[in-house]
């Protein structure tokens, strides 16, 4: 519970309200060196708490609903886009350059999923476009991993040196990310307080975000995590996608329940956008920090044509330091920071059992947004919330307390928080919703979409 209550405590949570949660700790769940199953629960446990508490306050109910965390539904929802299955095919995981290699002097990991970053990188390598994994690994043996680093951030693309905890906390970035609270919160102006229409106590379930819509600019993973969690709990969620960047098919399935999908230029279509703006509730935006920028896009200009608007933001490594420009992915973070190392063995070095980062910050981003709505409902004023994959992996490798106890319930694998339902893109077996509280939802109420598949406007 402790961790809970510093996550609560982390989105402007009444701490009072700690004793409405309940967590069902279960046995070899999310199995670490690291203290991932903490953070996992207290990501959660610290989302379900905030949609209890605006449902509370919507509502008008006398107390907040209690939240009860299970292990069980938290370890599957965190590995959900790997229990995806379409009409029983497995999903598509890493692409083959996506991976660790062997350097002159350590070792790499590079992220080459998209047809984009995958094409930086072998150029960035001076290597053909057909370049197989054994071209890749006989490059890269001959260099140094920072050189590999640099050269490939360089022009575009995804590398990032295998580093040690110390080395990582040596690193500039690292201080500045050190430097910054878990969940960074501003108020953004002062308007009148924002009042939203009463919900039925009575209606089942409790949608604390009803009524709310939320502009999704988000991809990779935690981002579409946050908004998948926010349409779970009734916001009209509309996804929007460049044109030219379509997403990876079984990553959006995964990340698009309760979604609608849209495509649109914002250079082209910019009248379009700024009709979705006039309405928006929530803007939640994902890409590298100042990438949205030259749109107008930064918190402050997009509070000035909305006030009002909740204003979140996620990226890898936070919007400050050295590489506050840089693009990242769990992956990637998980190298830099000394984690990728603490999970190795043998002299390789490893991952977290689940893409923790993405997941757990996704979690605490829907916390923030939704905590912002409760705090608008009593004085106004629109807010940014800013989390970073990097901060989170501070908080994971130097702020939790690992709990070791070997009491609790057995855990079977994640069967029990699996279900089955039909979509558009076939049949889809999928990871459960892990928020849990009196009266609330126990699944999202549309499966999602293809890709672009809606007009990018609002119901």
Same mark, same amino acid.
């Given at each position: 519970?402790?961790?809970?209550?510093?996550?609560? =405590?982390?989105?402007?949570?009444?701490?009072?309200?700690?004793?409405?949660?309940?967590?069902g700790?279960?046995?070899?769940?999310?199995?670490?060196?690291?203290?991932?199953?903490?953070?996992?629960?207290?990501?959660?446990?610290?989302?379900?708490?905030?949609?209890?508490?605006?449902?509370?306050?919507?509502?008008?109910?006398?107390?907040?609903?209690?939240?009860?965390?299970?292990?069980?539904?938290?370890?599957?929802?965190?590995?959900?886009?790997?229990?995806?299955?379409?009409?029983?095919?497995?999903?598509?995981?890493?692409?083959?350059?996506?991976?660790?290699?062997?350097?002159?002097?350590?070792?790499?990991?590079?992220?080459?999923?998209?047809?984009h970053?995958?094409?930086?990188?072998?150029?960035?390598?001076?290597? /053909?476009?057909?370049?197989?994994?054994?071209?890749?690994a006989?490059?890269?043996?001959?260099?140094?991993?920072?050189?590999?680093?640099?050269?490939?951030?360089?022009?575009?693309?995804?590398?990032?040196?295998?580093?040690?905890?110390?080395?990582?906390?040596?690193?500039? $970035?690292?201080?500045?990310?050190?430097?910054?609270?878990?969940?960074?919160?501003?108020?953004?102006?002062?308007?009148?307080?924002?009042v939203?229409?009463?919900?039925?106590?009575?209606?089942?379930?409790?949608?604390?975000?009803?009524?709310?819509r939320?502009?999704?600019?988000?991809?990779?993973?935690?981002?579409?995590?946050?908004?998948?969690?926010l349409?779970?709990?009734?916001?009209d969620?509309?996804? %929007?996608?460049?044109? $030219?960047?379509?997403?990876?098919?079984?990553q959006?399935? =995964?990340?698009?329940?309760?979604?609608?999908?849209?495509?649109? =230029?914002?250079?082209?279509?910019?009248?379009?956008?700024?009709?979705?703006?006039?309405?928006?509730?929530?803007?939640?935006?994902?890409?590298?920090?100042?990438?949205?920028?030259?749109?107008?896009?930064?918190?402050?200009?997009?509070?000035?044509r909305? /006030?009002?608007?909740?204003?979140?933001?996620?990226?890898?490594?936070?919007?400050?330091?050295?590489?506050?420009?840089?693009?990242?992915f769990?992956?990637?973070?998980?190298?830099?920071?000394?984690i990728?190392?603490?999970?190795?063995?043998?002299?390789?070095?490893g991952?977290? /059992?689940?893409?923790?980062?993405d997941?757990?910050?996704?979690?605490?981003?829907?916390?923030?947004?939704?905590?912002?709505?409760?705090?608008?409902?009593?004085?106004?004023?629109?807010?940014? %919330?800013?989390?970073?994959?990097?901060?989170?992996?501070?908080?994971?490798?130097?702020?939790?307390r690992?709990?070791?106890?070997?009491d609790?319930?057995?855990?079977?694998?994640?069967?029990?928080?699996?279900?089955?339902?039909?979509?558009?893109?076939?049949?889809?077996?999928?990871?459960?919703? /892990?928020?849990?509280?009196?009266?609330?939802?126990?699944?999202?109420?549309?499966?999602?979409?293809?890709?672009g598949? =809606?007009?990018?406007?609002?119901?």
């Amino acid at each position: 519970m402790t961790e809970i209550k510093y996550a609560w =405590d982390a989105v402007g949570g009444d701490p009072a309200l700690g004793s409405r949660v309940s967590d069902g700790v279960r046995r070899d769940v999310l199995e670490a060196r690291l203290p991932v199953r903490e953070l996992a629960r207290a990501c959660v446990g610290a989302c379900a708490l905030a949609a209890a508490e605006l449902g509370a306050r919507r509502a008008g109910l006398a107390e907040v609903p209690e939240v009860r965390v299970d292990d069980g539904a938290v370890a599957a929802a965190f590995h959900s886009e790997r229990l995806l299955q379409v009409d029983g095919r497995a999903p598509v995981a890493f692409a083959p350059l996506s991976r660790f290699w062997r350097t002159a002097d350590g070792w790499v990991r590079t992220h080459a999923n998209y047809p984009h970053h995958r094409a930086r990188l072998l150029g960035a390598l001076g290597l /053909p476009a057909e370049a197989s994994v054994d071209d890749v690994a006989a490059r890269l043996a001959g260099l140094p991993a920072l050189d590999v680093e640099q050269t490939v951030f360089g022009a575009g693309g995804l590398a990032v040196a295998l580093r040690t905890p110390e080395e990582w906390a040596a690193h500039e $970035q690292a201080a500045e990310v050190a430097a910054r609270p878990l969940v960074e919160r501003e108020r953004l102006d002062s308007p009148h307080a924002r009042v939203l229409p009463a919900l039925d106590a009575a209606a089942t379930p409790l949608l604390p975000a009803a009524g709310l819509r939320v502009l999704d600019l988000t991809r990779v993973l935690a981002g579409p995590v946050a908004t998948r969690t926010l349409a779970l709990l009734g916001a009209d969620v509309l996804r %929007v996608d460049a044109p $030219q960047l379509p997403e990876l098919a079984d990553q959006h399935a =995964d990340t698009g329940f309760g979604k609608r999908s849209a495509t649109l =230029d914002l250079t082209a279509d910019r009248d379009t956008f700024e009709e979705l703006l006039a309405s928006a509730d929530v803007v939640v935006t994902g890409y590298r920090p100042g990438a949205l920028d030259r749109f107008g896009l930064s918190p402050r200009a997009l509070a000035e044509r909305r /006030p009002g608007l909740v204003v979140a933001q996620v990226s890898a490594w936070g919007a400050y330091g050295p590489w506050g420009g840089r693009r990242g992915f769990d992956s990637l973070v998980q190298v830099a920071t000394g984690i990728a190392l603490t999970e190795g063995a043998a002299g390789q070095p490893g991952a977290l /059992p689940a893409q923790a980062l993405d997941h757990g910050t996704g979690y605490l981003l829907a916390a923030a947004v939704l905590r912002a709505v409760t705090e608008q409902s009593y004085d106004g004023g629109s807010r940014l %919330v800013r989390l970073a994959l990097a901060r989170t992996a501070r908080w994971l490798t130097d702020g939790i307390r690992p709990d070791r106890a070997t009491d609790g319930l057995a855990y079977e694998g994640p069967d029990a928080w699996l279900a089955e339902t039909d979509s558009p893109l076939g049949r889809l077996r999928h990871a459960l919703p /892990p928020l849990s509280f009196t009266g609330g939802p126990a699944d999202w109420a549309r499966p999602p979409v293809p890709w672009g598949s =809606d007009p990018a406007a609002w119901r």
